[in-house]
């Protein structure tokens, strides 16, 4: 895959990629054979309540070497790319870092900056989430609404907000972002370009392996506070199983919906990857 001789052992290494690419089983290859910290970038694999259908690093990885951010977060607490920086950057100074992680959202923030966007009110939030994609995207303004992807809700809804909550768009908030906490010219930064079928594959092997370690009892146990607003019930595959664990659908019917959930997503993560990571380097995890 890599010749881990390129890849400086002071340097912070950056590791972004599709769901199921290895990203994780490289980040803890270089942490073991150069040292370091390995930093979670995912925004689902922060909150407790996942660890089978979010692939966080399993017990025998923890052991290996130092994981940060993973598992964190209250299901039901309000968690940002504000909070994700932040603590990052407490954790910076120590041991060389090694973040690893597929949310391209937070890979921006932290190299090319964050805009200080005050909180949204719990009442604007809440009027939000009663509103159409097309009533949220009617209220933007011109100049954000031409640099987000309005068939992203969760992009468009926070846009939304933060036009309710402070009276300013969101695009003239990012131009004022202050400088990045990790530029990239300070670091090894790699984007993992994973071959289609290849991948596919790897998705549907990786959830059959979910649910053989237990991924329908973790639905289960999510099932009596199933919130499907909120970020934490965002896991690839949480809402077919629960589907199945309601009866209206078959195991079987869940399995192969999720499936196809998880490879929809890992496309859109290509895109994103391919249209914004031009200056990281790309890797083929293909290629042993």
Not at 10 to 38: E, F, Y
């Amino acid at each position: 895959m890599i010749d881990l001789k390129t890849i400086p052992d002071d340097r912070p290494v950056l590791i972004a990629g599709p769901t199921a690419s290895g990203k994780s089983a490289l980040a803890l290859r270089i942490a073991q054979a150069q040292g370091g910290i390995i930093v979670n970038a995912d925004a689902l694999q922060v909150y407790e309540n996942w660890r089978v259908l979010t692939a966080r690093p399993d017990n025998a990885d923890l052991a290996a070497t130092p994981h940060h951010l993973y598992g964190h977060v209250a299901w039901d607490a309000p968690y940002s790319v504000g909070h994700w920086l932040r603590e990052v950057a407490a954790l910076m100074g120590g041991p060389r870092l090694i973040i690893v992680g597929g949310t391209g959202l937070y890979f921006r923030a932290l190299t090319e900056g964050l805009a200080d966007i005050p909180p949204t009110p719990t009442d604007i939030r809440a009027t939000a989430d009663r509103l159409s994609l097309a009533e949220m995207i009617a209220a933007l303004d011109p100049a954000t609404a031409q640099g987000i992807d309005l068939n992203n809700r969760a992009r468009v809804q926070r846009a939304w907000e933060v036009w309710h909550a402070t009276g300013k768009g969101l695009a003239a908030w990012q131009a004022e972002t202050p400088a990045p906490l990790l530029p990239l010219a300070s670091c090894r930064a790699l984007v993992l370009d994973a071959p289609v079928e290849w991948l596919n594959t790897r998705i549907a092997q990786r959830f059959d392996l979910m649910l053989a370690n237990g991924a329908l009892d973790e639905v289960a146990a999510n099932l009596p506070h199933w919130t499907p607003a909120l970020p934490s019930m965002r896991a690839i595959g949480a809402p077919e199983l629960i589907a199945h664990l309601r009866g209206e659908c078959s195991l079987d019917a869940a399995r192969d919906a999720a499936i196809t959930a998880s490879r929809q997503y890992a496309k859109r993560q290509r895109t994103w990857f391919r249209a914004r990571m031009g200056a990281w380097r790309g890797i083929d995890p293909s290629v042993v």
